[in-house]
């Protein structure tokens, strides 16, 4: 396997989606891949800080509201 | 803002299927015009190419460029140096500047945890093109930190 289709296969790879024979090869890449081990370890972290900075808690207030009005949007539709 | 719509989901188990299929696609609109305007006040800021941020592969398929870049893992930097306010500045310009279709995905699949699935079904999209983009996008990001964050002088 090359660096290319490893890192085109890391989203499958990070989110369990791969068959057992491609994750045998892609770990077996990234045993002999410094550079991929970099990127694949880089590429999780990416992700988890893009959740950190951008994710953000409604407030009570607005929680309460919007879950009423989901209720009635519900009753509406039904 | 998803995951008040799961417990409110949760909460009305008894709604007919369409019922909540029609909020559902409600919803997700909301939340993926709320991606898209998301832009930090930067309106006028340029939306960049995504292509200029994707890794280089040499002729065979193996990854290329200058080592100690290549091999840069900032990945276990110390979690207050990876959140600095200058770190976060320049994930939030890099997250405002990929081109929309690419941000709107990004959002969806990482800030709201959306399902691939849900998603490719919320914007009438296949699962395949949501895939693609969503690691097209975190390809872009990664290669923006990795400048930013290393290699380590």
Same mark, same amino acid.
């Given at each position: 396997?090359?660096?290319?289709?490893?890192?085109? !296969?890391?989203?499958?790879?990070?989110?369990?989606?791969?068959?057992?024979?491609?994750?045998?090869?892609?770990?077996?890449? @990234?045993?002999?891949?410094?550079?991929?081990?970099?990127?694949?370890?880089?590429?999780?972290?990416?992700?988890?800080?893009?959740? !950190?900075?951008?994710?953000?808690?409604?407030?009570?207030?607005?929680?309460?509201?919007?879950?009423? %009005?989901?209720?009635? +949007?519900?009753? +509406?539709?039904? | 803002? *998803?995951?008040?719509?799961?417990?409110?989901? !949760?909460? *009305?188990?008894?709604? #007919? @299927?369409?019922?909540?299929?029609?909020?559902?696609?409600?919803?997700?609109?909301? *939340?993926?015009?709320?991606?898209?305007?998301?832009?930090?006040? =930067?309106?006028?800021?340029?939306?960049?190419?995504?292509? /200029? +941020?994707?890794?280089? %592969?040499?002729?065979?398929?193996? $990854?290329?460029?200058?080592? *100690?870049?290549?091999?840069?893992?900032? #990945?276990?930097?110390?979690?207050?140096?990876?959140?600095?306010?200058?770190?976060?500045?320049?994930?939030?310009?890099?997250?405002?500047?990929?081109?929309?279709?690419?941000?709107?995905?990004?959002?969806?699949?990482?800030?709201?945890?959306?399902?691939?699935?849900?998603?490719?079904?919320?914007?009438? /999209? #296949?699962?395949?093109?949501? =895939?693609? $983009?969503?690691?097209?996008?975190?390809?872009?990001?990664?290669?923006?930190?990795? $400048?930013?964050?290393?290699?380590?002088?």
């Amino acid at each position: 396997m090359t660096c290319r289709e490893a890192i085109e !296969k890391l989203a499958e790879y990070l989110d369990a989606e791969l068959t057992p024979e491609v994750l045998q090869q892609i770990d077996a890449h @990234f045993e002999i891949c410094a550079p991929c081990r970099a990127y694949v370890a880089t590429y999780g972290k990416t992700r988890e800080l893009v959740a !950190k900075v951008r994710r953000m808690e409604l407030p009570e207030d607005v929680k309460t509201r919007l879950r009423a %009005f989901l209720v009635g +949007h519900i009753a +509406h539709t039904k | 803002m *998803t995951k008040l719509l799961r417990e409110e989901r !949760k909460a *009305t188990e008894g709604e #007919s @299927f369409e019922g909540r299929s029609a909020l559902g696609s409600w919803i997700y609109r909301v *939340t993926i015009n709320a991606a898209l305007n998301k832009r930090h006040g =930067k309106r006028h800021e340029v939306e960049t190419s995504i292509e /200029e +941020h994707l890794p280089g %592969f040499d002729a065979s398929g193996h $990854r290329q460029g200058d080592l *100690t870049y290549v091999l840069a893992d900032w #990945s276990q930097n110390p979690e207050a140096a990876l959140l600095s306010e200058e770190t976060r500045a320049l994930l939030n310009r890099a997250i405002d500047s990929l081109p929309d279709h690419y941000r709107a995905v990004l959002v969806l699949r990482d800030v709201e945890d959306l399902p691939n699935a849900e998603i490719a079904e919320a914007i009438g /999209e #296949s699962v395949a093109s949501v =895939k693609s $983009r969503v690691h097209r996008a975190r390809m872009a990001l990664r290669e923006q930190l990795t $400048r930013h964050l290393g290699p380590r002088a």
